[in-house]
């Protein structure tokens, strides 16, 4: 059992046609991935890579029965095509691009709410469940299926983190790029519940950073209704205050608030083990599972 993507997700690929939208659809379809459609306006009726393009993602349903899609489109584009796929009714939107406007998110968050839709991103690395298919960018050698499910909001030290676990055998169930912009589509606490009931999925992980209240309503989350082992990460200890570190939503403020030491402290407090580093977390996942 595996959750969000799997062998019987049929992807739609918005963005088909551009340089990263077709290499990467040519990874994902080694991968094994169902890549059903591909949608760019103006390309309707060509072909990218066998997979066949449609100017709008209605058209892309209506003609394949697409249960996701992934959209390898610039920041100044996403809000159009990721409104798009929402109100045709893709149940899971997946949101790569970095540097969406604030403003722009914000409608997109609460539309897929309004819809039912569930959106992953921006500045999401993808989802993949090891072995059976991925939506997204990840170096999915790196990956193997196992029982750790992990959810990051950075994709390197999520590769990292996976790097090292397939070197002590450690593999996946789940990972998903939560992404780490100010405004994400699912935050830490939306993903819990599905990785609470994924039966292949016995230790979670949860990669975050400093900035942003993600970590602390995770853990109180995790203090009411997670009852399986939870492992974290928080990156950016040595980071000013004040200052945007890396990914947008990386900041502290002035008053300490969104520190890494303030995250820990509250996970702590739900029963999660915290790690000082990414060899240090594989040494505790090694131990559990």
Do not use: W
Request: glycine share 12%.
């Amino acid at each position: 059992m595996s959750f969000f993507v799997d062998q019987d997700t049929r992807l739609i690929v918005q963005g088909i046609t551009g340089r990263e939208g077709t290499f990467h659809t040519e990874q994902m379809l080694e991968y094994g991935t169902k890549v059903v459609a591909g949608v760019t306006p103006g390309k309707g009726g060509t072909e990218v890579l066998g997979v066949p393009v449609f100017n709008t993602v209605l058209e892309a349903m209506e003609a394949t029965d697409a249960n996701a899609t992934v959209l390898f489109v610039p920041p100044k584009f996403m809000y159009k095509a990721a409104y798009e796929a929402i109100i045709s009714g893709v149940p899971l939107v997946i949101t790569i691009a970095e540097g969406v406007p604030v403003h722009e998110m914000l409608k997109l968050h609460h539309l897929a709410k309004e819809k039912g839709c569930r959106l992953i991103g921006p500045n999401s690395f993808g989802i993949i469940s090891p072995g059976k298919a991925k939506a997204g960018f990840m170096a999915h050698r790196i990956f193997m299926p196992g029982n750790v499910g992990i959810m990051s909001r950075s994709a390197t030290n999520c590769y990292e983190t996976v790097f090292l676990m397939k070197q002590k055998g450690i593999g996946q169930s789940t990972c998903i790029g939560v992404g780490g912009d100010m405004i994400p589509g699912s935050t830490f606490a939306d993903m819990l519940p599905f990785f609470e009931a994924d039966l292949d999925t016995k230790v979670i992980v949860m990669i975050g950073e400093i900035g942003g209240s993600e970590e602390e309503l995770a853990a109180e989350y995790i203090k009411k209704h997670v009852t399986k082992p939870v492992v974290a990460l928080i990156a950016g200890k040595n980071a000013p205050k004040g200052t945007s570190m890396g990914h947008a939503g990386a900041i502290v403020s002035p008053d300490g608030e969104g520190s890494a030491e303030n995250k820990e402290a509250v996970l702590k407090a739900a029963g999660v083990v915290t790690a000082e580093g990414t060899e240090h977390l594989v040494e505790i996942l090694a131990g559990m599972v």
